[in-house]
């Protein structure tokens, strides 16, 4: 065969040595398929002859072995004419003729080495041929008068390639795509998977098939008269060739082919799934043929035995039931049913192909399935233990609802989730299965079974949660099946089951002894937790599991009173000893799950029919036999179809494969609407939060042992958001804990000590510390004052923090009760105050004078000290104070007496030394208005020997005399006084005493001449004479007149 070389004027193709190759590759492969349809072709070779070479080298040796009587039978039938009509008679009585069917079995063996003989052939394929004489309408065509001068042969055949011999052993190999032949291959393709032989006609200028009268006008333009037949003498007609052609084509696809499909299911007998191979898929015929694949054809088929069944072989179609063709039922589904109800096992192809033309068949669809199991209760015995059946069982169940909820069928998907909720289905992770109406069933990750092992009869499987992975993000799916999302609630409720004790339960405070199981398990806690979400707090309020930086645990309802204002504030080793094990968590899950994968891959791959070789890419097929049960042809012919709306979108069950060992170690659980995870957007000024002062502080809080939050445990954007806004805030939090503490939590028993202890220790706090406390309560880090409310100085007030003269520390609960001194006064001089006066006095610097003046303590000065605490507990006070409360009055007299208050104090407390009485020198005090000023003579002269009346010691210096003369001194002789001088004189009978009374008397009579002062004087016996020659008290006053005679007055 001459090839061109160079371009030239006819063409421009140019055959190269690779194309050369192409096409005796092509050929190669086309040559046994030579013989299918040919009389006499018994043997042909190809060969390759080198240039200078005397040999051919052999590429190809082919060579056909038959039962050659049925050729020649055939052949001898066809020539014969028994099938032409005889008469008109024969368009009535039809059974003049009855087209034959042929089958034979064609073997082609071919070689690709040098050697041709038979038993060294590499390749022995097996043609199935089946041949119909003369079909009813293809008989009719050819019979017509206008036909007859052509000699048609009205002969169909069909071959299919049914099996493949390699070097002695049986080969899978997948059909090719069937041509059109006429005698030889037309390099038509029809899609069909065999090849149809007919005695077509061509389009002379097009190569194409005569389908229509259009195809032909082209050749009637160019040659009218090339398809006119002459019938009679003067008749003529048109020739329609495309009649013939259409009428070969639909007698092959209606009249042969049911039978021809017979035959390739006899010829399977030991491998019956390929069958299905050779089914005439209707997606996969070509366009020009499509319409030669009528109803008529399927409902044929319809009726035939070739519906495979796994236990009795091909049965008809209303023996069983289909697997609904838009859902893929996986093999444990498969294997349940196979055990209880009928099915067929074909390819979905199969059954869209029948309904595509309506015609009738029984599917099984998830409706039907779920209705089937609900019949069926004891369907929950025998799936108990088996899980992974049961979980196929749960996804086939499950998978029309994409379709559902595509059309908005939201009811019907509702309704779905019900019936499911009532199955048997749901594999948890201690191996059996379980009804989820049933019980509280979670949904968990691995991560969170793990915090409770007792639960794994109530955790779904993780296979489980892949294979629902679809659902898990809906509301509905979770109320229609019962099912809980793992978190605060399923938490809450199960904390019987977690590693703290029940005793706990209750209680404000437990010591803690942090050992590994239960770190880590609180470290879990607060990850699924929010520490910053009051609601799901709520749910725990009983339970310590707030962890301190005293190594307690505080119970949840105690958070509000819970101090964290320092980010920085965490543990860094316990932080870093925590995530350790967390990562160690995730690492062992990890290794879990690619331990599973590889297992899965190993012992668990799903057997597929053999179609899945054959790039059928959605023919799943399950194979499923028994014997038929009364309740399934009702159940899948009831009257609601649920097969006919669903969705032919196939339903995917393949694995998620992209896992990371250290991000998501399997298929992640979204909460349900109900549940609001916490915001992540910390709203906090970092700066205020991380600043020197806000550490400080943090120290100063946690040496005192307040509750302060350890933070180890807690994610970073959960402790931004519990923490104070500003510094106002943080002064409200720090005073309400810490009065709390004061309050209710007094006490601590810290792990390994059983005594208990005071919570908050101020022993520990240096007075620097102490200053910074009260300036960070009220203060903001620019000195500023904070905009503090009348509660939160209430609060202020009972902190134990001010310092008192005596040196310890107060609070202020008790108003007016302490005070501070004002500037005047040195609190170095006041070592005269007892020490329950010094408790009530603060040391205040200026700093923060204006703070304690909020706090209503009131400034006080020297003055309002002594007569409001110093003075009334004078008589109390040691006498080495009363020295210096004397001195301190003697150098202040110049402020104090300014003040009424202190004067008046001042002159009822008997501080003024005097002889306790004129025999001894011992020393009492008195009021300065009990005794005389010593610098008035006649006081002096009266009392002259009664020192006890005058100040003694130091009072007597003219300095104190000056001041006891304001306060009282009785510096002048009123008429009391007088009384008393005369009172004196009675008992010491001193006439010379008198006369100066008397005297005194005369000298003043005007100021002391009343008649009550006579009256009371008339009764001291003080008026001097002489009595018989002798100087004496001679009477009374009023004695005077009645004794006259006798006595000689001396005044």
Known sequence: MPFRVEASDINNRVFNEESIKSMVSILEKKIPQVFLFTSNIRKMTMAKWEPCSE????????????????????????????????????????????????????????????????????????????TILAPTKIRDVASQDIMKPLQLLPSIGLAAHVKRLSSGSVEDFIPCEGSLFCGFDSGLKTGLPFSINAPIFFHELKGSVILSHSDDLDIQTLFPWVRMAEIGESERKYRALFTWNRSCLFEAMTVLLPDFMLSIRDSLHLNPERFYMYWPRLAKIRDWFRNFLSSHTYESLSKLDIFLTKKNGFQKIDAGCFASPEFQIPPGAAKYFQSRYKMF???????????????????????????????KKDHCEKLRSKPDEALDLLEYCLSDAIKLEALDRFEDLKFMYFEVSHLCLVPVMDGTVVIPRNGNIIVANREQQSMFPALLNKFVHHKALKKLKSHLSKDIFFDQMN???????????????????????????????????????????????????????????????????????????????????????????????????????????????????????????????????????????????SDVEDDTVEVCNSGEDDSVDISTTAFTTSDDTNHNNNVQLEVPVTPPGNYVAPSSQPSQNYGFLSSLSNK?????????????????????????????????????????????????????????????????????????????LLKSLTRNDQGNRLSLMTSDFDLLRGLPIYLTLSGTRVNLRDRDEHFILDSSVNTESLLYLPERIKNKILIGDSENA????????????????????????????????????????????????????????????????????????????????????????????????NPSKFPASEFCSLEWLEILREIGLVKSVDKETFLLCAKRIEISGSPEKAIKLHRFFLENISEYFDQDNLRKLSFIKCVPGEHNGSLDLVSRLGEIFSCCASLKLLF
Request: glycine share 2%; with cysteine; hydrophobic share 40%.
């Open 345 to 375: 096992s074909v390819p979905v192809c199969v059954v869209e192909d029948l309904k595509i033309f309506s015609i009738n068949v029984r599917e099984l669809s998830p409706p039907a399935a779920r209705k089937l199991l609900r019949k």
């Open 55 to 130: 040999t051919l080298d052999n590429l190809v040796v082919a060579q056909l072995r038959t039962d050659p009587r049925l050729k020649e039978e055939l052949k001898s039938n066809l020539m014969k004419n028994e099938w032409k009509k005889t008469n008109k008679l024969a368009n009535i009585f039809k059974a003049e003729w009855t087209p034959k069917i042929y089958n034979q079995t064609i073997e082609v063996s071919h070689s690709h080495r040098s050697s041709a003989k038979l038993c060294d052939a590499d390749i022995i394929d097996t043609y199935l041929v089946s």
């Open 483 to 625: 099912l809980q999302v793992f978190g605060p609630e399923v938490i809450a409720k199960n904390m019987h089951f977690s590693p703290w004790p029940r005793s706990w339960k209750g209680k404000d405070f437990v010591p803690w002894n942090e050992d590994s199981f239960s770190t880590l398990w609180l470290f879990q806690f607060w990850k699924e937790v929010s520490i910053c979400e009051n609601e799901s707090l709520r749910l725990f309020d009983s339970w310590p599991l707030i962890p301190l930086k005293t190594g307690e645990l505080t119970r949840c309802a105690n958070a509000r009173y819970i101090l964290s204002f320092y980010p920085g504030g965490h543990n860094e080793s316990l932080h870093k000893s925590l995530e350790e094990k967390h990562m160690a968590l995730k690492k062992r899950i990890a290794d879990e799950v690619k331990r599973e994968k590889v297992a899965h891959a190993t012992t668990s791959q799903i057997i597929r029919p053999h179609m899945e070789n054959i790039n059928m890419d959605d023919t799943d097929i399950c194979f499923i036999d």
């Open 850 to 945: 204006d703070v304690l003046k909020d706090l209503d303590v009131e400034t006080m000065s020297e003055a309002k000290l002594l007569y409001m605490f110093v003075l009334p507990e004078f008589t109390r006070i040691p006498v080495s104070q009363k020295q210096i409360i004397c001195e301190t009055v003697l150098c202040n007299w110049t402020s104090l007496k300014t003040s009424t208050e202190f004067i008046t104090a001042l002159k009822e407390t008997p501080f003024v030394k005097h002889l306790r009485n004129d025999q001894t020198t011992d020393y009492e005090h008195v009021c300065a208005k009990e005794l005389f000023d010593p610098k008035v003579e006649f006081l002096c002269d009266i009392f002259d020997e």
């Open 696 to 772: 400080n502080l943090h120290d100063i809080v946690v040496k005192l042992r307040g509750p302060v939050l350890e933070l180890a445990y807690f994610a970073k954007d959960d402790i931004l958001q519990i923490m104070p806004r500003d510094g106002l805030q943080l002064s409200r939090n720090i005073l309400s804990s810490i009065s709390q503490c004061l309050d209710y939590w007094t006490h601590i028993v810290l792990a390994g000590q059983g005594m208990p202890m005071l919570r908050l220790d101020w022993s520990t706090l240096t007075d620097d510390e102490f200053g910074f």
